[in-house]
């Protein structure tokens, strides 16, 4: 059933481009049957990790809004509702299905390799298509398409979930150091690529962190590290060379690069300013905006452009703590494992964009969660290389 988790979630990032709902549909549809057979195998063995909780939360209280009456417009709850049901299947099937360290390594493996395709396919659409998606179909932009995904930031949120797994492998003591460095380079240059200003910080944040934490706990030897840094230096300056770096850079050079989403904070502020406790309503954000907006930007406002601000808008300051809570329980397991960084990465971008307004983007990184909850839930094992024999992964280990 991973396999089925893995391409169904294959099949939400690759259809994000499609301007129809169809594949939202699809997914969400797949997802919930997934979630319920995976929890019908699991039933006897499935334990309560927290994340359950805010996420339990988030689909319950929606149905509460629209019983109260709490929202301008019950479509958009309905919608809402339905998306965060899906993140709490995306969680449900990942936590019962990652009960084994086997599959949770085999599916860290299916995550990074897919990153690695998505980001060496972004990386040529976006110097060789002119905008069009897989060099055959329109979109609306002609620069920064970056592979399936119309949006620089939605990109680099979904980059950040996986490179730090190519990073931890890199590091450790295996015989395919190398095409793991080669790997988290692509990915990273494919950021650069992307020109997005916050994702080239945080996925540089996420390399000093990971070779960092995997010297503090002695998940390899100093020389080990030392090998394996001056590949992986080496590769990325490469990689980012070849794509370039003078767009970003500009970028950085913006005088005001918080234009705009100021002002979109502000009114947020102002929303939970009016609506402390019920909230807007889920979803009810771009039906409300235009009450408290104070700009006008010569187009249709449908984000928040901060996801932390936006829940706590919609759902009122409790939902917002609640979802502060689920990114403060993720610290510590991110941190242990080391490979699950990229979760806190996606979080801290959501301070300046919105990378769960998609449920496939979304659940890409709920699914690493639960994967972050599952081994928690199992005694926090560590993760051994399938190749090297369990003697030598101990020792390799042993700090």
Known sequence: MHLLLAALLYFG?????????????VFQVGMFALASCALWRARHRLST?????????????????????????????????????????????????????????????AMLWFGFSVAVLATLQTFTSDGRIFWIFPSPYTRFVMGPILSQNHYAA??????????YEALRPNASSFLYSGAAAAMYASVIASASRAGAVLATAEIVV???????????????????LAKIGLLLVVFTAVVGYQTIWKRF????PMAQRREFAIASAHMIAAHPWSGVGLGAWPVVYPHFAFIDVGASVDQAHNDWLQWAAEGGIPFGLLMVTMFLWCLRPSFRSVWGVGVVAVFL?????????????????IVLVAMLAAQRSAGGQRPRSSRLP??????????
């Open 13 to 25: 990032i690759l259809t994000l481009w499609v301007p129809e709902y169809w594949p939202v549909t």
């Open 349 to 365: 971008h959501a301070t300046v964009d919105y990378p769960f307004s998609r449920p496939a983007l979304a659940s890409w990184t």
């Open 253 to 256: 050079e913006a005088s005001d």
């Open 390 to 399: 369990p003697s030598a992964a101990d020792k390799s280990q042993t700090p």
């Open 49 to 109: 990790v927290y994340p359950l909780f805010p996420l339990g939360f988030a689909a319950v209280w929606g149905l509460f809004q629209l019983a109260a009456g709490w929202t301008p417009y019950a479509f958009v709850t309905q919608k809402a509702t339905v998306y965060w049901a899906t993140l709490l299947a995306a969680y449900l099937a990942g936590l019962s299905l990652f009960t084994e360290e086997r599959v949770r390594r085999w599916f860290r493996a």
């Open 158 to 167: 979904f980059v950040e979930t996986t490179l730090p797994i190519a990073l």
């Open 210 to 228: 990971v070779v960092a934490l995997v010297c503090l706990r002695g998940r390899a030897s100093g020389r080990a590290i030392g090998g394996s």
